[in-house]
Nanobody, 115 residues
Framework: VQLQASGGGLVQAGGSLRLSCVASESINSRNTMTWFRQAPGKQREFVAGFDLNGDIRYGDFVQGRFTISRDNAKNTMYLQMTSLRPEDTAIYYC??????????WGQGTQVTVSS
């Protein structure tokens, strides 16, 4: 499975972006789908995701600013980000979990928030 992340860019603080992650194969509700991010010099961290039950989780830093969604018919996951802050600057990666042992990563999309 290949994942294509897009939608990143340069935005001013307080602005919004919508990220997309398209899978090359069909996805379903049994797949976990997750957004991670990695800022320069920092470890990759969890942003938001769907677990095996379809429940949504967000990283503590999100604080209601981001909304994750998915459209299985389009094999796509989204991340709507609002009220962006300079500390949100990072490469955002999508992850697809298939069963207990397989996972796939997208190539990442750069988000840069200027102050």
């Amino acid at each position: 499975v290949q994942l294509q992340a897009s939608g990143g860019g340069l935005v001013q603080a307080g602005g919004s972006l919508r990220l997309s992650c398209v899978a090359s194969e069909s996805i379903n509700s049994r797949n976990t789908m997750t957004w991670f991010r990695q800022a320069p010099g920092k470890q990759r961290e969890f942003v938001a995701g769907f677990d095996l039950n379809g429940d949504i989780r967000y990283g503590d830093f999100v604080q209601g600013r981001f909304t994750i969604s998915r459209d299985n018919a389009k094999n796509t996951m989204y991340l709507q980000m609002t009220s962006l802050r300079p500390e949100d600057t990072a490469i955002y990666y999508c992850n697809l979990g298939v069963g207990p042992y397989k996972e796939y990563w997208g190539q990442g999309t750069q988000v840069t928030v200027s102050s």
